[in-house]
């Protein structure tokens, strides 16, 4: 069975007390930029800085007090490790976050500042679940999958869900696409809650295997992309890619060109920090493939997560 509306506000219930409600921002320069009126829904603003944390909430909030003793687990080297961490701080149970040796310093230190046990691994996906699979089995701990849970994704869900309890009539909601975790739970949330709502998904055009799943009819694994949204280098999961096929209008590919310069924009008129995999949702409606003018469109800014000392237009 997958994930309903009915999870998704038992979701939001659950995570109320430890999430941050995020605001919903207009800028008139983007609505002008792009011929539309926009709504940013800005997780870029929620704890650790992206909507991860909504997801790892929620699944560390439904564990049962005797699961949660014995704390939670995953491989990652980015945002849900940090939201996962967070949230069994939250709850006063151990996290234990296996990454890849050759992570960023800054995310290292971010697991390790909110309370995660890290284990070092080589940096291949295959000593990434090993790993985390002999931790497991020395810890007890519950796995739980950045994207391909029922758990994370109706948590996830919970954006698109206060986004439309805020602006009802949204005509879109765009949202990006890695695993998917995200756009499920968004594409739950909005048909959902209002038939005809469309939603539609960003994608890098140099990692763009959920567009090539989508009209394959099935799952093409992410090889070797080369994207700055290095938020969106993961492959749909076995769960994601049901409700995208069934829920989600369609998936547009964004140029790196487009994704730099509407972050840019971004950044310069809304004065809202967004990371690159923020801005692929931005940059459907920045190159303009498909015809969005006149509507009412929800964005779904995904986090805020910027290494300050390498932003995409500075020029070495």
Known sequence: MSPTLHDIRAAAERIRPYAHRTPVLTNQSLNHQVGAQVFLKCE??????????????????????QEAAQGVCTHSSGNHAAALALAAKMRGVPA?????????DVKKAAVAGYGGVITFCEPTLAARESTLARVQ??????????????????????????????????????????????????????TELKKGTRVIAGEPEMADDAFRSLKAGRIIPSENPKTIADGLLTSLGTLTFPIIQQRVEQIVTVSEEAIIESMKFVWERAKIIIEPSSAVAIGVLWEKKIDLSGLKIGVILSGGNVDLARLPWQTK
């Open 96 to 104: 234990y976050i296996v990454m890849p040796d050759n992570a960023p």
């Open 44 to 65: 870029n603003l929620q704890k650790v800085g992206a909507f991860k944390f909504r997801g790892a909430c929620n699944a560390v909030f439904s564990l049962s007090d």
């Open 137 to 190: 089995q020395e810890t007890g701990a519950t796995v739980v999958h950045p994207y391909n849970d029922e758990r994370v994704i109706t948590g996830q869900g919970t954006a698109a869900l206060e986004l439309l309890e805020d602006h009802p009539d949204l005509d879109v909601i765009l949202a990006p696409v890695g695993g998917g975790g995200l756009l499920s739970g968004t594409a739950i949330a909005a």
